[in-house]
């Protein structure tokens, strides 16, 4: 069997030890992945800006940073690529694969509450996404409209939850939403 890499895109303030991020990297790792989390900087994971065109600049900065990382990268030793990405980091993620040139046949994403930018690459890219409807970052419309338009790319889409795929007070129900999630992962890795 050939080597596996997972590469975790992280969000703004969204660092790669949160319960989306850290247990899907878990996973990927339990399954013979070998695990790069990625960082883009305190002043990033800090960053307070929270509309999309405040978003657009973090994400160039943001990009750049973890370009020469990223460059370093032998993506003809992998069989298999998977690149999982939480907001931002979904189009960060979209945008080093294309900027890279690495084959879209090895390469597979897995987008978490992915933003509007992010949408267009569903068409081209292989993967799975999964958002809430209540997500302040994307409408429930554009939401629902990539489900429809893309099928065979939408893992779950979670009524109501905001950007964390959490909904406020219903701390049972996060749990098992995390859970899902993290079940569609391991889906898509069998």
Same mark, same amino acid.
């Given at each position: 069997?050939?080597?596996?890499?997972?590469?975790?895109?992280?969000?703004?303030?969204?660092?790669?030890?949160?319960?989306?991020?850290?247990?899907?990297?878990?996973?990927?790792?339990?399954?013979?992945?070998?695990?790069?989390?990625?960082?883009?900087?305190?002043?990033?994971?800090?960053?307070?800006?929270?509309?999309?065109?405040?978003?657009?600049? !973090? /994400?160039? #900065?943001?990009?750049?940073? =973890?370009?020469?990382?990223?460059? +370093?990268?032998?993506?003809?030793?992998?069989? %298999?690529?998977?690149?999982?990405?939480?907001?931002?980091?979904?189009?960060?993620?979209?945008?080093?694969?294309?900027?890279?040139?690495?084959?879209?046949?090895?390469?597979?994403?897995?987008?978490?509450?992915?933003?509007?930018?992010?949408?267009?690459?569903?068409?081209?890219?292989?993967?799975?996404? !999964? /958002?809430? #409807?209540?997500?302040?970052? =994307?409408?429930?419309?554009?939401? +629902?409209?990539?489900?429809?338009?893309?099928? %065979?790319?939408?893992?779950?889409?979670?009524?109501?939850?905001?950007?964390?795929?959490?909904?406020?007070?219903?701390?049972?129900?996060?749990?098992?939403?995390?859970?899902?999630?993290?079940?569609?992962?391991?889906?898509?890795?069998?």
């Amino acid at each position: 069997m050939g080597k596996k890499l997972v590469i975790i895109f992280p969000g703004v303030g969204y660092t790669c030890a949160k319960p989306l991020l850290y247990y899907t990297a878990q996973l990927a790792g339990e399954y013979g992945y070998e695990v790069i989390r990625l960082d883009y900087g305190t002043d990033i994971h800090n960053f307070r800006g929270r509309t999309m065109e405040d978003l657009i600049p !973090v /994400a160039v #900065t943001a990009k750049e940073r =973890i370009l020469a990382q990223m460059k +370093e990268i032998d993506s003809t030793k992998y069989e %298999d690529i998977l690149m999982i990405s939480k907001s931002i980091g979904t189009v960060i993620a979209c945008k080093i694969q294309e900027e890279l040139e690495w084959d879209k046949k090895t390469v597979r994403h897995f987008w978490m509450t992915p933003i509007p930018l992010t949408l267009p690459y569903l068409e081209d890219f292989s993967g799975l996404f !999964v /958002a809430g #409807t209540g997500d302040p970052y =994307i409408s429930k419309e554009l939401v +629902e409209k990539a489900a429809f338009e893309h099928p %065979d790319k939408k893992g779950k889409i979670f009524p109501g939850c905001n950007h964390s795929l959490e909904i406020s007070g219903d701390t049972m129900g996060n749990i098992q939403r995390l859970t899902e999630v993290v079940e569609k992962l391991r889906e898509m890795i069998e």
